[in-house]
């Protein structure tokens, strides 16, 4: 069985995403606070799920679904360990569901809330339609999505490293844009979701944004947490000769997005010696970087 593409992007940089005083205040702006029945959908390995647990009106119970079996039986395990530690006052169930058909009854829950799902999803509205139809009249959907052509900003970072060059910046911009506008045209999810929430939150009202106040930090000698997660990751990444996409995948989404097959394999060898330079300037001691990650959050009610 192929190994869903989530295992690529399900570990703990995801932490580093939130300052937990920023979802404080997302939770109390938008009344997740007032929740305590919160369904997550595309749960994962649960790390939104437990980071808005404390958050929530207590006794909080958070019902997770995921389409991979697998990340449920993760979830669970990472959930009891979650619990004894922190003495929370809640539960945390995951069990197998789908986004567009979720196995339960209308009007269930308080809130509906997801991370990084929508942005797979053929049909992100559909799936909207679905957290609508399972919360309570008047209750809260939220998502919480990014614009991933805002990496882009990074490239700044290497304007005078050896090697790069504005055409080689350009040939960067061009495969980012072919690989997420191919990925989109093939119905296999949108990179760039993020730009759309407005758009797909229509159907909510008192709906609010927000984006998170974390900035993406790289910076000698790269000591927390969050540093040493992101390097471990380029590390093997380089290791693979890998980009921020596996070579098959870059390729069909480069071709979907109308890039000529003969230019793949020397668009793809940027990628990866873009990456190689940003590894080389880190184990140097001479990278250092402040770029904002676009992840936003999208809030709205379902009409009483
Ligand atoms: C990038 S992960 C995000 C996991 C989690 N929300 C988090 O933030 O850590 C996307 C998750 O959505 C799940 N997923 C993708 N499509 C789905 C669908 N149609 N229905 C339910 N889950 C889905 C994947 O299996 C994966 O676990």
């Known amino acids: 069985?192929?190994?869903?593409?989530?295992?690529?992007?399900?570990?703990?940089?995801?932490?580093?995403?939130?300052?937990?005083d920023f979802l404080a205040l997302v939770a109390a702006r938008t009344g997740l606070d007032q929740c305590s029945y919160v369904l997550d959908v595309g749960c994962g390995h649960g790390h939104f799920g437990r980071r808005i647990a404390p958050l929530l009106k207590t006794p909080f119970e958070i019902m997770g679904v995921d389409r991979e079996p697998q990340w449920i039986d993760v979830a669970a395990r990472r959930a009891r360990a979650f619990l004894s530690q922190s003495k929370l006052d809640g539960s945390l169930t995951?069990?197998?569901?789908?986004?567009?058909?979720?196995?339960?009854g209308d009007h269930t829950f308080d809130a509906v809330v997801c991370q990084t799902v929508l942005m797979h999803l053929r049909d992100p509205a559909a799936?909207?339609?679905?957290?609508?139809?399972?919360?309570?009249?008047?209750?809260l959907v939220l998502a919480a999505e990014p614009n991933n052509f805002g990496a882009l900003q990074r490239l700044a970072n290497d304007l005078d490293a050896p090697g790069a060059s504005v055409e080689a910046h350009l040939l960067l911009v061009e495969a980012h844009a072919?690989?997420?506008a191919g990925k989109r045209a093939l119905g296999e999810g949108d990179n760039a979701l993020g730009a759309r929430l407005p758009a797909l939150f229509r159907p909510f009202e008192s709906t609010q944004f927000f984006t998170t106040d974390r900035p993406y930090v790289l910076a000698p000698p790269y000591e927390s947490d969050a540093e040493q997660l992101v390097i471990e990751r380029l590390r093997e990444r380089c290791e693979r000769d890998e980009a921020g996409w596996s070579r098959g995948d870059a390729r069909r989404y480069w071709l979907a997005g109308g890039g000529a097959l003969e230019r793949f394999e020397s668009v793809y060898a940027s990628m990866v010696e873009h990456?190689?330079?940003?590894?080389?300037?880190?184990?140097?001691?001479?990278?250092?970087?402040?770029?904002?990650?676009?992840?936003?959050?999208?809030?709205?009610?379902t009409k009483r």
């Open 178 to 180: 072919r690989i997420i």
């Open 275 to 301: 990456e190689k330079r940003e590894l080389a300037a880190i184990d140097a001691g001479t990278h250092a970087e402040l770029s904002a990650i676009v992840h936003f959050v999208a809030a709205g009610r």
């Open 1 to 20: 069985m192929a190994e869903p593409h989530s295992i690529r992007v399900l570990d703990d940089t995801r932490n580093a995403w939130w300052n937990d």
């Open 94 to 104: 995951y069990q197998s569901g789908i986004a567009e058909a979720l196995p339960f």
């Open 127 to 139: 799936a909207l339609r679905e957290f609508a139809r399972v919360v309570k009249p008047g209750g």
